[in-house]
């Protein structure tokens, strides 16, 4: 891993942090903790330079029923100059909290940062990394409350301090050894007992600064549990959806919405002509296995309906098979009973899932929030006097490869333009698509067609990136994990996989076992090979949706006089006015690479400025000085289908 020269430290500051736990059914309580950060230019968290916690007392400990606790949340906002909540996870607590009109500007997700310390290199000899699974291992349960190893990465800059807050104020010595939490999910303690979110904060802390670079690992922490509160509030906000659009572009590409049961229209005369080309009255392209029957007593060799094999194909029927299959997913995922299930009052509500793939990429839970077909993006139109400003990160994983391997011809070829153009201008290959598609077959480990024809090629141009996969590659092969940036771990292959590598080493071997075994350890090379650089991409997406996010809430909302420019704060830790989230600029959509905003007309270039500060901001804080630009292209629509 490339070392770049950190960010200095922030000024000392006394840190509040306020444990939220639920002592019996229908009670909230709220114990505020202050601990004070290192003194500046502090190299990092020492034993000899960390004060103990000062813990409040019984009487500084707030007890509120359920129904007042987004009232005390908000007065502590104002009175404590935004604590950082520290609870179970953000999906318990918060979607409360953005339903009574309150938003909290920081927090400490337990849950998700439990799952990190837990598997990182960086915190294996820890307490918690060592302790068996326990209640906080298991997935976030939904807001009870709401009504029906590498080198020298960045230390905690100024940038973190205020994008983050991450101080390094981590307790050491007997807190590691802080006992197992409860399962939150049992009834409560007494209410005099520690609350197991106290022990578990405690817990983590502790294996935090006892990591083998804890800057890392607390900026990865404090990315993902902003990347909570950015999950939660645009689950809340929702998405703008046109119901009747939506409607128009499905009765455009299938006909009228069809009685339930029955085929729409355009299927109906697909499936007609299909069974008149291959000459088959029973055909039925909604099941695969029976299609695959068809196609063969047709006279067609094809070992399954799988389009990109059905592609190969010549026959009259494919075409109308492809476009069936293409009408019908449509129909199946987003189709009429799709937009009656997720869209209500002009909005989809999409169930994020922060760091719910291995890499730390979000998912998302019913909706197909990530997977949102172009054919319906007609439908996202912005409110009336309101636009939506869609950015995205152009060429976002192999700039983040060339920053990770330090690659400076690979960084020069994309400073000032599109990286695959500066790699035709550099010599490297002859094509922007040869380019693209030999740096698609380094990351996710491509060996054949235009992608293994260009990596040798692209070796020898850059050499530090290519080797750094290839690095990553050989380390899955033989069985061992890889880092991202900020410590994120891959996961040890199974045991099934393991099983497979001593057979193929033991003696009597049969040239079929080696040959599974190679195949395995390929494939096994090929998820590291990615995880390296799809999960620092992730990294750096968080630290983008967390600078985004506290952009927009510093951003002035009043609308100018004719003539007047919509401008930013002076300083973006500015604090506007308490604009309910859902009227200011705000969050609306997040796709791995791609953000959409909402926000009033007048301020939607003040939006797009911000959109690409904020990207800036990022690749500061997560790679320093490297000489890597991460641009970000901006379109400012009407509806989504207009941005690309």
Known sequence: ?????????????????????????????????????????????????????????????????????????????????????????????????????????????????????????????????????????????????????????????????????????????????????????????????????????????????????????????????????????????????????????????????????????????????????????????????????????????????????????????????????????????????????????????????????????????????????KQVRGAVIADPGWLLVVADAAQLEPRILAALSGDRAMAAAGRGRDLYDGMVAAGAVDTRAQAKYGMLGAMYGGTTGESGRMLPRLARAYPAAIGFVEAAARAGEAGNFVTTRLGRTSPRPSDAWLDVQDAASSDGATDATRARARSAARSWGRFTRNFVVQGTAAEWALCWLGAIRRRLWALDVAEPEAGAAATSPASPTDRPTATPLAERPHLAFFLHDEVMVHTPAHLAEAVADELRAAAAEAGRLIFGDAPVQFPVTVAIVDSYDQAK
């Not at 020492?46 to 129904?67: F, G, H, K, T």
């Not at 104002?78 to 607590?93: A, K, L, N, Q």
């Not at 909290?97 to 337990?110: F, Y």
């Not at 997720?342 to 890499?359: A, E, K, L, S």
């Open 1 to 373: 891993m490339q070392s770049y020269r950190p960010y200095p430290r922030a000024d000392a500051q006394m840190s509040t942090f306020v444990i939220v736990t639920e002592p019996v059914p229908g009670r909230v309580r709220l114990i505020p903790m202050d601990a004070p950060t290192p003194p500046p230019n502090s190299p990092g968290p020492r034993a000899e330079s960390v004060s103990p916690y000062l813990l409040a007392s019984a009487e500084r400990a707030i007890d509120v029923a359920a129904a007042d606790f987004a009232a005390t949340v908000a007065r502590l906002e104002g009175e404590r100059d935004h604590p950082r909540w520290v609870w179970s996870e953000t999906t318990r607590w918060y979607p409360a909290l953005l339903a009574a009109g309150v938003r909290v500007e920081r927090c400490v997700d337990l849950r998700l940062s439990h799952a990190i310390l837990r598997n990182s290199a960086l915190t294996a000899a820890s307490a918690l990394a060592l302790s068996p699974p326990d209640a906080w291992s298991t997935a976030p349960r939904l807001d009870p409350l709401a009504a029906p190893a590498g080198n020298s990465a960045p230390t905690a800059s100024a940038e973190v301090a205020t994008l983050f807050d991450t101080d390094a104020d981590l307790p050491t010595g007997s807190e590691a050894d802080a006992p197992a939490p409860a399962d939150t999910g049992a009834p409560a303690a007494p209410a005099d007992a520690e609350p197991p979110e106290f022990a578990e904060w405690r817990r983590q802390r502790a294996a935090a600064a006892g990591a083998t670079d804890p800057s890392r690992i607390a900026l990865l922490l404090a990315a993902e549990s902003v990347g909570s509160l950015v999950a939660a509030e645009m689950q809340h906000a929702g998405l703008p959806w046109n119901a009747d659009r939506h409607d128009e572009l499905l009765t455009e590409m299938l006909g009228p919405r069809p009685a339930p049961g029955a085929r729409p229209a355009r299927l109906e005369e697909l499936l007609a002509r299909i069974r008149q080309l291959l000459g088959d009255p029973a055909v039925n392209p909604d099941s695969p296995a029976e299609l695959v029957k068809s196609l063969r007593r047709a006279g067609l060799n094809v070992a399954s309906a799988r389009s990109w094999e059905l592609k190969e194909v010549e026959h009259p029927a494919i075409a109308p098979v492809l476009e069936y299959k293409k009408l019908s997913r449509l129909l199946t995922a987003n189709g009429w009973s799709w937009l009656d299930t997720w869209v209500r009052d002009g909005r989809f509500h999409p169930n994020y899932i922060p760091g719910g793939v291995v890499t730390g990429r979000w998912a998302a839970e019913g909706g197909g929030a990530l997977q949102l077909p």
